[in-house]
């Protein structure tokens, strides 16, 4: 067999420490964290010591442990779990592991459904669940593939069909019949189950700046002039792309019949692009990055450019034009498909590919799906340059967390997959699933909404990956400027402030690929006692300090809001667009216009941003400090080189809410990746208006401060905001006047919330509105 290349051979270290490892019998034990253990059988008494597609790593610092041996009885026993074998083959009557945080149901055995009676009681699942291969054609919601996160405190995954990598790269069989199962006991600590699962299966690369911008993507036709004024639209407009996705007709698609269809193609249609390396270099001048949708199933056939390469690799004679046949199982043909077909074309300028693999999870190899070879080999062969790895493709398992980004698919346009879609994104995390792609504003079908459309970009900027996408269908275009002025005016602002949070995304990127947290997370992470927390579904963490609650149902025409239920932990909470402070450790109904949908940060929080004219994405020139106020805040930034071993430049900003200091201090480690000198904007916000220091030629080794002066107590101006609402509310004056008069009445807000229940004229939407502006803080 032909050997696999260096640089596509995974780095593992697949072996646990001796004093790790428990044997009974045929049994194996391996305490790789003191909540986390690996039990395997083996009918042969043979064990697996190699790294698998998905564990990759278990030569991890042997933790504190007990074994206790009676007979045929063995016991293991640490601060956190009680394994209990019996010997022989496991079986619910021979093995359970016991969780030791929780409560009478935390256990698991090996074939056995938890108990989850109690749970459905309140309306909740046990099993909290994981992601899905992709939401191809799906129009609302889907079936999750389990994950790590379980509400009885124990959780299971079994690694007992995937196969084994190999040292020389490629894969082989197991052991017929074994069973490998890691055990999860990390109670309702979701976080750290996720954390000790990257420690196993390797973290979630960072991903590359320009991956944090705006995408450009749709199904389409393009000529290169056609795209080129495409991109010159954008930047008139002032809507910044830092990705551009040409779908599959950039290659031939109508080709003679008798080599079949013409999804999968590698040679450049020249009628649409006549000078397709002139085109993609003039993509890069405009600061794009290019990916190339492919359909890689039917191999590489007589009619490609590159066909008389590849067959003289793969020992085919031209001449009988027998097709390079895709197969994920063969070594060379591997060699051919990424040495004579997508390495020259990415010396033209092909920045990595999107991967549209659709024809199922079998190959020769039994156990080797396809798209997870795609996946994992692409990924590996975008680092071999030295810059930071990407591909962009469907998910294939537990462990496809290493190869981001994940392309969810085809999806309906329709409320209802939007609504799903932040929960599906969120909910991945539960097995490492960090940087879902979505088709923002769906694909097909479905009905033009000038509302929806809006509401989908809007989660999109809050989301780990914004890809706007449509189908070829000639009224499917997710240009803004194809949608009503109000529309358009909003997607522009988001579009534009995606970009402008590049640098704080960068840093979370960072950070969390350091500590073992994705993007995203859901909000029973940090509350898993809360049963509300559950419920908030489409609510998750962004970041490390700020809270998203996207809006994915119609708004209310008469107040001209949509609204979402949300779980506010405890602290203050101050809104990112409005400076509305809330107080924390309850459910609350948030609404907004369309200008917004709800994002919170935390009393103290720091959110470097580019300036206001910065919408590129590399290391700006200009940066805006957000400061939310109500508390001391700090934040490091970081920016690097973009390779994979970076060289980087962290730079720490400090706010003290009792003096307004704000202090700027000197960048650290690589200071040639950051500019010399920087203007600086800092913006106050939840102190009333919000306040405004401008500071310019700030010396990057030196540093600065500034102060914010007057008043830095949070305050809400609730009857300014109360009369703006009834001043743009489409309802009857009269009813408006007669708000206002109460408002005016009573002073407190008990006494004006029991005014407005007394009042039946004012409906449902307008009182909730209402409500959030008297009670945000009581």
Do not use: C
Not at 424 to 448: C, E, L, P, Q, R
Not at 626 to 638: N, Q
């Amino acid at each position: 067999m032909i050997e696999m290349p260096e640089h596509l051979r995974l780095s593992t270290t697949p072996v646990a420490a001796d004093e790790s490892v428990v044997t009974h019998g045929n049994a194996r034990f391996t305490v790789l964290t003191e909540r986390l253990v690996r039990v395997e059988y083996s009918p042969t008494g043979q064990f697996e010591d190699r790294a698998t597609q998905t564990v990759i790593n278990r030569a991890l610092p042997t933790p504190d442990f007990r074994v206790h041996r009676d007979g045929d009885r063995t016991q293991i026993i640490t601060r956190f779990f009680h394994l209990d074998h019996t010997g022989g083959p496991f079986t619910p009557q021979t093995l359970n592991v016991k969780e030791l945080t929780g409560g009478y149901h935390s256990i698991w055995r090996p074939g056995e459904e938890a108990d989850s009676r109690f749970a459905e009681l309140l309306g909740l699942r046990t099993q909290l669940g994981g992601t899905a291969r992709t939401l191809d054609a799906v129009d609302g919601a889907t079936e999750l593939e389990p994950g790590l996160a379980n509400a009885l405190g124990i959780a299971s995954l079994d690694d007992s069909e995937t196969l084994a990598l190999t040292d020389d790269g490629w894969v082989a069989q197991r052991v017929e019949g074994a069973v490998d199962v890691y055990v999860f006991a990390h109670g309702r600590d979701y976080a750290a189950a996720v954390a000790d699962f990257y420690r196993i299966s390797g973290p979630q690369p960072v991903l590359p700046r320009y991956a944090l911008g705006n995408w450009w993507s749709r199904y389409h036709a393009y000529t290169q002039a056609e795209y080129q004024a495409l991109v010159e639209r954008f930047e008139a407009e002032r809507v910044p792309f830092s990705v551009a996705v040409v779908d599959m007709d950039w290659h031939l698609t109508q080709i003679d019949p008798k080599y079949g269809a013409g999804w999968t193609g590698y040679t450049w249609n020249r009628e649409l692009f006549p000078d397709h390396v002139g085109f993609l270099r003039w993509l890069h001048e405009h600061g794009l990055k290019v990916s190339l949708n492919v359909h890689p199933a039917e191999g590489i056939r007589a009619f490609e450019e590159a066909y008389p390469r590849v067959a003289e690799v793969m020992g085919i004679d031209p001449a009988t034009e027998l097709p390079a046949t895709f197969d994920a199982a063969d070594p060379l043909f591997w060699k051919a498909y990424f040495e004579q077909v997508h390495h020259p074309m990415e010396d033209e300028g092909v920045d990595f590919w999107w991967l549209d693999w659709q024809q199922g999870s079998h190959s020769r190899i039994p156990g080797l799906d396809p798209l997870w070879m795609l996946n994992h080999l692409h990924f590996l062969d975008s680092a071999r340059r030295g810059a930071r790895p990407l591909t962009f493709s469907r998910y294939a398992g537990p462990g496809s967390h290493r190869y981001p980004v994940g392309f969810s698919g085809d999806t309906v346009i329709s409320w209802e997959s939007l609504a799903f879609q932040p929960y599906f994104t969120v909910t991945a995390s539960n097995i490492g699933y960090g940087w879902w792609s979505h088709d923002i504003g769906g694909h097909m079908f479905g009905t033009k909404d000038d509302e929806l459309a809006t509401r989908w970009v809007q989660f999109g900027v809050f989301s780990p990956v914004n890809r706007l996408h449509a189908s070829n269908g000639i009224f499917n275009g997710k240009e803004p400027w194809r949608f009503g002025p109000e529309a358009e005016r909003v997607m522009g602002h988001f579009l534009r402030l995606r970009h402008r949070l590049v640098p704080w995304m960068f840093t979370e990127n960072v950070m969390g690929a350091d500590e073992l947290r994705p993007l995203m997370r859901p909000m029973y992470w940090t509350d898993p006692d809360e049963v509300t927390a559950y419920r908030a579904q489409n609510q998750y963490w962004f970041g490390r300090d700020l809270l998203v609650a996207p809006i994915t149902s119609p708004m209310d025409k008469g107040t001209g809001h949509g609204s979402v239920q949300a779980w506010l932990p405890e602290g203050t909470w101050v809104d990112f667009f409005t400076g509305l402070s809330y107080r924390g450790g309850r459910a609350v109904t948030l609404s907004r216009t369309l200008d917004a949908i709800p994002v919170l940060a935390r009393a103290g929080t720091i959110v470097p941003m580019s300036g206001p004219d910065e919408l590129g994405v590399d290391n700006p020139d200009a940066l805006e400090l957000r400061i939310f106020a109500g508390a001391d805040a700090r934040y490091e930034l970081v920016e690097d080189d973009g390779r994979i071993d970076a060289r980087t430049a962290r730079t720490l900003f400090e706010y003290e809410q009792g003096t307004g200091l704000v202090r700027i201090h000197p960048a650290t480690g690589a200071l040639d990746v950051v500019p010399s000198s920087r203007s600086y904007r800092l913006v106050l916000v939840g102190a009333g208006q919000e306040k405004v220091v401008e500071l310019d030629a700030v010396q990057t080794t030196v540093g600065a401060e500034a102060h914010f002066d007057g008043s830095r107590e949070l305050d809400n101006r609730v009857d300014e905001r109360i009369f703006a609402f009834l001043d743009a509310a489409q309802i009857e004056i009269l009813t408006k006047e007669r708000i206002l008069q109460q408002m005016t009445l009573h002073s407190s807000p008990a006494a004006r919330m029991a005014a407005l229940l007394e009042m039946p004229e004012v409906d449902g939407a307008t009182f909730q509105v209402l409500r959030e502006l008297l009670l945000a803080r009581e």
